[in-house]
């Protein structure tokens, strides 16, 4: 009701839900989001590992499967669905099969970017007693091998959107051109577009322009307006 009610308020173009909860996604709540044109179709979904056993240890109320069936949801409700998550690898007890199971998640999800963290021990936290704790260079080894293999997914996700044009907000003017922000793109943590304007309208921050993608890389888009 509430993303309803901002949507109908005039003056607004822009919509963003914040992180989500995978249960806060039913089937019934992404048909009534869909509705909403004024909603950018990304979704910060909450997942944290690619393994069924990791989640239960964390306590997370959701499986992989459940997660995945959200995913696809989202994707077939929303054209250019953007998903968003993080990760946490190294939790105690997560062993090289779990973080096998991870990537081998990551390769079938195709999530569009992916925050990666390493599992720190809390003062107080219930995880910082659990028996079989990760060993910090095991820790580095599988982050890295865990953003190595995101970067080359978030990569061809965003490679797919060369030849698009796309509906683009001005953030900022300087000497080499115009950057802003697709529907997809939260302001300060995901990617920009850096615009070159061959038309030579006048362009103003804030304002809304079709831009033609020409180029990307694994966390920015290139284009032309």
């Known amino acids: 009701d509430a993303v309803e009610a901002v949507c109908a308020i005039n003056g607004i173009e822009r919509v963003r839900l914040g992180s ?17 044109q ?28 459940e997660y995945r069936t959200i995913v696809q949801n989202l994707r077939n409700a929303f054209d250019n669905a953007a998903i968003t998550t993080d990760i946490m690898v190294g939790f105690p007890g997560e062993t090289e ?3 096998q199971m991870l990537l081998d998640f990551l390769k079938e999800a195709q999530l569009d970017r992916v925050g990666c963290f390493k599992f720190s021990p809390v003062e107080g936290a ?3 007693e659990m ?13 890295h091998r865990f953003m190595q293999l995101q970067q080359e ?9 060369i030849g698009q044009t796309l509906d683009v907000i001005v953030d900022e003017i300087d000497d080499e051109g115009i950057i802003g922000r697709t529907k997809a793109d939260a302001p300060e943590v995901d ?13 103003k921050v804030g304002e809304f322009i079709k831009v033609t993608i020409t180029h990307s890389d694994e966390y920015d888009l290139w284009g032309t307006c």
Do not use: W
């Not at 995978?22 to 992404?30: A, N, T």
């Not at 028996?131 to 982050?143: I, M």
């Not at 997914?153 to 959107?161: D, F, G, P, T």
């Open 191 to 203: 990617g920009l577009v850096y615009i070159e304007n061959l038309s030579g309208t006048p362009v």
């Open 153 to 161: 997914i978030s990569a061809e996700r965003l490679k797919q959107k």
């Open 20 to 36: 989500l909860e995978p249960e806060q996604l039913s089937e019934d709540v992404i048909i009534r989001l869909s509705k909403q």
């Open 126 to 128: 219930p995880a910082t």
């Open 97 to 99: 099969e779990d973080f």
């Open 38 to 65: 004024k909603l950018c179709p990304q979704f910060h979904l909450s997942l944290q590992s690619g393994c069924d056993e990791t989640l239960k240890r964390m306590n997370r109320h959701y499986t992989t499967e």
């Open 131 to 143: 028996a079989d704790q990760v060993p910090e260079d095991v820790k580095e080894e599988r982050f």
